[in-house]
């Protein structure tokens, strides 16, 4: 900071002396051109005949450059305050997140992805870079961009913005989510390729959204409305399009929706889906065989798991002798591959588990044998009391089941609709992609 005042005496002498930059350029005799530097403190006088003349006082060319300049305002009569001293840091908002943000959503295209400039577009891509740096309700959102705590509101001019205008750009971005979905799966999926779809839930406050009704909770709030909403991505995860179901729709249904939004709105006939074994159903399989181009990856049940691993059945726990993976047939899945793992690490856990509940069991049974012993033969133990009821809670018999025994997880076969492969020459249990 330069504080300008009335010059005394002492800055009159001052003024008398400066600074004199006598640094010159030369060339070396190999063409390298140098600089040398050379700074002088001179005083300036008049001698006795009253010519004027020049004395070197100091050398200055060591000292840095702020310091040479800090001293060269100070001979010019100014006076130098200590920044921290003088100044007070009031407030500092935080720009280098939002700028982050901004970087990538520029590099991702989505404020062209959006739309044409206007207001709502501005508000609801502010919105996302928000949700991104600092995710709050639209009420906090407002606030913190009315409250200058972020150079979003700034960016954009947003500081002014309410809650009826956030609503109003979600509503305009609603009338834009055909187009953008459409120009996501242009991006994002191609004819024959592989469309991912799952649904989830989240609970709901309040009693005037239409959408709310009882269901699954896949967030654990029993008791609680909830909306559902299915996402459909590529393989690598990139969300392509959304859609919001009442709280008590189930995967199957949904799934429905995801091959029309697929074949009609987005015009690829030929595309494989994927999903659990909860969404893709029978009857859904049964539809996906009417449409053309259309297979699917999906997950057998445990009961269609164990009637294959029955005696006599294709699967067999000699098909991963020496490799996890298995290709095999059967009457009940026409025209579909079969594709069997065998997952070692969960067949280990399985085995550490039923051998803690035989453990568990021996001890609840010698608790009932000691207790019989005690009190003689002629006693009858109540099955809902004491070590009965142990065995009960613990499901004991369960620990006899062939499939957990054995290690085969109910999501171990895999079906595909597609033509089995002749095998391979060199692994007769590959599956080919």
Request: proline letters at 5%; aromatic letters at 6%.
């Amino acid at each position: 900071m330069i504080v300008s005042g009335r010059m005394t005496r002492w800055d009159m002498q001052l003024a008398r002396m400066h600074i004199d930059n006598a640094s010159r350029q030369y060339v070396t005799s190999g063409g390298e051109r140098r600089v040398s530097r050379c700074f002088l403190l001179r005083r300036s006088y008049r001698d006795q005949n009253g010519a004027p003349r020049n004395e070197t006082l100091a050398n200055l060319s060591a000292l840095p450059d702020h310091v040479i300049e800090a001293l060269g305002k100070m001979l010019k009569g100014a006076a130098l305050v200590d920044a921290e001293a003088a100044l007070e840091v009031e407030r500092s908002v935080p720009h280098g997140n939002a700028a982050a943000a901004q970087v990538m959503a520029r590099k991702l295209g989505l404020e062209k992805l959006l739309g044409r400039p206007c207001r709502q577009r501005d508000i609801a891509y502010a919105l996302i870079l928000s949700r991104a740096v600092r995710p709050a309700s639209k009420l906090s959102t407002a606030r913190w961009w009315q409250d200058g705590d972020t150079t979003l509101a700034a960016d954009f001019g947003l500081a002014d913005c309410c809650t009826d205008d956030i609503y109003a750009a979600m509503d305009w971005l609603v009338s834009r989510q055909a187009d953008i979905e459409k120009q996501l799966a242009a991006r994002h999926l191609s004819p024959g390729g592989i469309a991912m779809f799952d649904l989830s839930s989240s609970w709901v406050e309040g009693s005037a959204c239409e959408l709310a009704g009882f269901g699954h909770s896949r967030d654990g709030k029993r008791g609680r409305k909830q909306v559902e909403y299915g996402l459909l991505t590529d393989p690598a995860g990139r969300p392509v399009a959304v859609e919001v179901f009442k709280g008590n729709t189930s995967d199957a249904v949904s799934f429905t929706t995801a091959i029309t939004r697929v074949r009609d709105d987005f015009g690829i006939g030929e595309m494989i889906m994927v999903g659990d074994r909860g969404m893709i159903t029978k009857t859904r399989i049964s539809d996906l065989r009417k449409l053309p181009g259309m297979d699917w990856i999906t997950a057998l049940k445990a009961p269609a798991i164990a009637a294959l691993a029955r005696d006599g059945g294709p699967l067999q726990m000699s098909l991963f002798d020496t490799q996890n993976l298995a290709e095999i047939t059967h009457p009940d899945y026409p025209g579909e591959r079969l594709i069997c793992c065998h997952n070692r690490f969960l067949g280990a856990e399985r085995a550490r588990k039923r051998q803690a509940l035989l453990q568990a069991t021996e001890a609840e049974l010698a608790k009932i044998a000691a207790s019989v012993q005690r009190a003689g033969w002629k006693t009858r133990i109540r099955s809902g009391s004491g070590p009965a009821r142990s065995l009960t809670r613990r499901k004991s018999a369960s620990i006899s089941s062939p499939i957990s025994a054995r290690g085969v997880s109910p999501s171990a076969a895999m079906r595909r609709r597609s033509p089995p492969r002749p095998p391979s020459t060199e692994s007769t249990s590959s599956a080919p992609a």
